[in-house]
């Protein structure tokens, strides 16, 4: 069946074509109602006139959320990719603990539960030297036992928080940093206090001053440290959800 030839004048079919493109184009006049609809978003009117927003409008509508959908997704999957995996944080969790149990070793010599200290490499007079300096005693309490305690911390915060703790708990990685970093820094000024002011070598206290510079590199050389720096400041101090 031949369709008929629109009618360029006005009239019973134009009010039909325009009536229609409400409500869903009937096959008789979806040749004409199509051009019609992409005009603009003024043609479009429901069957009562009431004006109806085009697909133009609606794109325009629902753009600045989409884009913010978008770029909420995107910066969570980059901040997922920035976290350490569970694999290295329990690796970075295992060298904290050789580093706890080497400095409750030395604790113990230090408050006189070990007589003479194992050390194979400097013999065990020379690391009794260090670990009895007058810069050991300079403090209330044994400085191993406060390594000792560090390294616990230091373990606890490493393995707390999700996969995501980047983005949902920035400032648990910032305080696991500062002890990481803390500890490495204490590790290289004990080393330089062997070497400079005691004169004397101590085997467990270089392992300890190991474990803690290889942590604090690797914290810092992560991306997850800057991932965190910049949750803080796109979220106003606080994680994501």
């Known amino acids: 069946m031949r369709l008929p030839a629109p009618n360029r004048g006005g009239g019973p079919v134009k009010d039909s074509i325009l009536s229609n493109c409400g409500a869903g184009p009937t096959p008789k006049v979806r040749w004409a109602c199509r051009p019609s609809c992409s005009r603009t ?6 069957r009562d006139g009431s004006r ?6 609606m794109v325009r509508f629902g753009h600045r959320s989409f884009r913010a959908t978008l770029e909420r997704h995107i910066f969570k999957l980059a901040m997922a990719s920035s976290c350490f995996s569970w694999r290295e944080r329990a690796l970075l969790a295992a060298l904290a603990f050789l580093g706890l149990a080497v400095s ?10 070990i007589t003479s200290p194992w050390d194979p490499v400097f013999g065990p007079m020379s690391s009794l030297r260090v670990l009895h300096s007058s810069l050991s005693r300079a403090l209330p ?3 191993a036992l406060l390594g000792a305690f560090a390294y616990a911390l ?4 490493d393995l707390a928080g999700g996969a995501e703790r980047s983005r ?6 910032l305080a696991f940093a500062a002890v990481a970093f803390a500890l490495g820094a204490t590790g290289v000024g004990l080393v330089l206090v062997q070497a400079l002011v005691v004169r004397a070598g101590c ?6 001053a190991v474990v803690s510079v290889t942590i604090a590199i690797a914290v810092a050389v992560s991306r997850e440290l800057p991932a965190a720096v910049r949750t803080v400041f796109r979220t106003g101090h606080h994680g994501e959800a």
Not at 41 to 46: G, I, K, L
Not at 52 to 57: D, I, S, V
Not at 154 to 157: A, C, D, R, T
Not at 168 to 173: A, S
């Open 154 to 157: 230091e373990i606890v915060l």
């Open 141 to 143: 309490v044994p400085d």
């Open 52 to 57: 109806l927003p085009g697909r133009r409008e």
């Open 203 to 208: 085997s467990l206290c270089l392992v300890s």
């Open 168 to 173: 949902t708990h920035p400032r648990l990685v």
């Open 41 to 46: 978003a003024a043609d479009v009117r429901s």
């Open 104 to 113: 409750l070793y030395l604790a113990a010599n230090q408050v006189g539960m």
